[in-house]
């Protein structure tokens, strides 16, 4: 598998393109906005948007969701708890931002240890609340998706709806800090980490 990133939307979020080299299919982790890119540079990569998976339900991850899934017919995979993120807008934040999002039925619903396969690559879903309720990672051998939950030297906000520090605090030390250091970690905005950087630098741990 291996990853291409995008910086998209109005707080400048990550969009990660996951490529299955061998079947030229692609899983997209959050669709931020701008679902014309994300199909332009799929294109440029020759692959086809197979599935879509969303880390959590804030607008600046879900605003160019139903385009995708309307350009491509991709499976939207979400956890429990966000298929309410998605329909509400104080929960999403778009009420607080301003922006307009048309909320999209998801076909597939997750739970936390739930292991999807992709192609023969499997994927671990692992429950980490604290940033949001409906918060989740994405494992998949040493290549973790940390969602807004774990940044390069930082955390994702908990001061917003359903946030909370202590439990940030305690998804990251028991549910992400526990994979082996040279596990790499692509979060929500910013650049990519290592589970080992930030045990030794990451302020909040």
């Not at 600046?60 to 491509?72: F, Q, S």
């Not at 991709?74 to 607080?96: G, M």
Request: charged letters at 25%; hydrophobic letters at 35%.
């Amino acid at each position: 598998m291996k990853i291409h990133s995008l910086v998209l939307g109005p707080c400048d979020a990550n969009c990660y393109i996951w490529v299955d080299e061998e079947s030229k299919s692609a899983i997209v982790v959050d669709v931020p906005s701008d679902a014309i890119s994300i199909m332009a540079h799929c294109a440029k990569l020759g692959v086809k948007i197979t599935d879509i998976i969303l880390t959590h339900g804030h607008f600046d991850h879900i605003l160019g969701l139903k385009d995708l899934k309307d350009l491509t017919g991709a499976t939207i995979s979400v956890f429990e708890k966000t298929e309410q993120f998605l329909n509400d807008r104080n929960l999403n934040l778009c009420n607080f931002a301003g922006v307009d999002f048309t909320p999209v039925k998801p076909d597939k619903i997750l739970h936390d240890n739930y292991i999807i396969d992709f192609n023969g690559n499997k994927i671990k879903v692992i429950y980490t609340p604290g940033h949001t309720d409906d918060s989740i990672c994405l494992l998949c051998g040493d290549t973790l998706f940390s969602g807004d939950t774990l940044f390069s030297k930082g955390i994702g906000r908990y001061d917003l709806a359903t946030g909370d520090l202590t439990t940030e605090l305690n998804s990251i030390r028991e549910r992400l800090l526990v994979l082996p250091d040279g596990t790499k970690v692509y979060p929500g905005h910013g650049p990519s980490t290592t589970i080992g950087e930030e045990k030794r630098e990451n302020p909040y741990i």
